[in-house]
Nanobody, 129 residues
Framework: QFQIVESGGGLVQPGGSLRLSCTST????????LSWFRRAPGKERDGVAC???????EYAESSKDRFTISRDNAKRTVYLQINNLKPEDTATYYC???????????????????????WGQGTQVTVSR
């Protein structure tokens, strides 16, 4: 069964860094596009970054300078590196993947595309002194 599991969240001080991981169980990720979203308290879920099967990345405008998405297909893992964390980055971060059955492998129409339908349970990031 295809599942994805996020990890790496935690409590960090402003200015710190975190690397979140999204690991697949049950399916290789080689041909699948994956993305990171986040939901801050009381706010809508927002797209953060997306990575295509060939490694090309797409970012939300607000994420371009401090966020880096990457993938290691051998480890079946996608990462989100967040630097210079700010209190407004406090949120639950979710990984979402295309269905492994008929993936396009692209970020076309991300973040609104309904193709990113396989979600993890989320990992909490809290930025506070």
């Amino acid at each position: 069964q295809f599942q994805i599991v996020e990890s790496g969240g935690g409590l960090v001080q402003p200015g710190g860094s975190l690397r979140l991981s999204c690991t697949s169980t049950g399916f290789a990720l080689d041909h699948i596009a994956l993305s990171w979203f986040r939901r801050a308290p009381g706010k809508e879920r927002d797209g953060v970054a997306c990575i295509e099967s060939d490694g090309q990345a797409e970012y939300a405008e607000s994420s371009k300078d401090r966020f880096t998405i990457s993938r290691d297909n051998a480890k079946r893992t996608v990462y989100l590196q967040i630097n210079n964390l700010k209190p407004e980055d406090t949120a639950t971060y979710y990984c979402a993947a295309e269905s492994p059955t008929f993936p396009l492998g692209t970020c076309t129409n991300w973040p609104t595309s309904g193709r990113f339908a396989r979600w993890g349970q989320g990992t909490q990031v809290t930025v506070s002194r």
